[in-house]
């Protein structure tokens, strides 16, 4: 009876005990568990095929091609490795024991903290992109061009590579060494790494997105007190503003969602640490990744060129000769 608690019983005394199920008295409990894992399992596909949606969209069709979808196509890529990957592994981790072993932890924990710091990286790239669109709009096409953006996001996705190696070098050597038995799946940063992780992934990107975009809102605000005085003749030109002032705007929710969802994770870490429950921690850290499921919804709601491109590719029409040539802006 005992063994059958453990999650590697032939291992006995080396292996982790099962995570305590409900119990079965309280069938009321059972339930509610049974349907919050099958409600988080269906948020992690939901997540996954809202990002690729935007993964295909704007690779197929050429019209969407442009320097700041690029940076999109990056987010979106990050984010649906976040829902493949990151998600799923937390709902395994906090319900049932780790049944990979610790060098696929070791690989689980760096692909986390990769596509993470990936997140952040990209989205500071779109709040530069957006920067440079309104504050500088007449050398904005020279300056933020489709090479650049490729550029950009390369050196975004290598830094997040080198991020996540730092982070785990040390199970990378040893794997499973902060192990206290088998199916356990943890990381464990000393000090000075977790201070560095506050820092990299949620400080410096914070400050850096939240001084761009208030210098973005104040140069949109005085823009658009100007656009209502222009006169009949120069509407064409009003109008291609007024594009600008919309994206900065959708893109300025983009970043107040990432923001709602990543500053309660920091904030409880710093104020609580390990005082806080395991399903307060669970969930704080589940919202720090549901962000990834709500950035397609902000595109889905915001960006007419997206639902259309969206409705052609569900349609199949995307399978017709030329549909990549569509023009959906």
């Known amino acids: 009876m005992e063994s059958e608690l453990l999650c590697f019983p032939q291992l006995l005394n080396a292996s982790c005990r099962r995570p ?51 940076l999109l196509l990056s987010l979106a890529v990050a984010d649906l490795l976040v829902g493949l990957l990151s998600m799923p592994g937390e709902v395994v981790r906090r319900w049932s024991c780790w049944p990979l072993g610790d060098a696929a932890c070791c690989l689980y924990n760096f692909l986390s903290y990769v596509v993470t710091s990936a ?51 040390e199970e990378f050597v040893d794997p499973g060494r902060h192990h206290s038995c088998q199916g356990e799946c943890v990381v464990v940063l000393d000090f000075l790494s977790g201070v560095l992780d506050l820092v990299l992934t949620f400080v410096l990107p914070v400050a850096v997105i939240v001084l ?45 969602v990432f923001l709602l969802c990543f500053c309660p994770f920091y904030c409880v870490s710093l104020a609580l640490g390990e005082s806080l429950s395991s399903d307060a921690q669970f969930f704080v850290f589940f919202l720090f990744y549901f962000n990834s499921s709500v950035n397609p919804l902000i595109y889905a709601l915001f960006y007419p060129w997206f639902r259309k491109a969206v409705r052609h590719t569900l349609t199949l029409r995307i399978l017709q000769p030329g549909s990549s040539q569509t023009n959906f802006l």
């Open 20 to 70: 305590p199920p409900p119990r079965s008295e309280s069938r009321l409990r059972l339930l509610l568990v049974l349907l919050l894992q099958a409600s988080l399992y269906f948020i992690c596909g939901l997540t996954v095929a809202l990002n690729l949606l935007v993964v295909v969209c704007i690779s197929y069709f050429r019209r969407l091609h442009s320097p700041t979808n690029t």
């Open 212 to 256: 761009l975009y208030l210098r973005v809102f104040a140069v949109a605000a005085s823009q658009a007190r100007a656009l209502r005085s222009r006169v009949a003749a120069r509407r064409p030109q009003a109008h291609a503003k007024r594009s600008e002032l919309k994206a900065a705007r959708t893109l300025g929710v983009l970043v107040l």
């Open 119 to 169: 997140s952040v990286g990209n989205m500071v790239l779109i709040s530069a992109d957006r920067h440079a669109a309104v504050c500088d709009p007449l050398r904005y096409p020279g300056r933020v061009t489709p090479r650049r953006a490729r550029l950009a996001v390369l050196l975004c996705w290598l830094c997040s590579l080198l991020y996540g190696a730092v982070f785990v070098r």
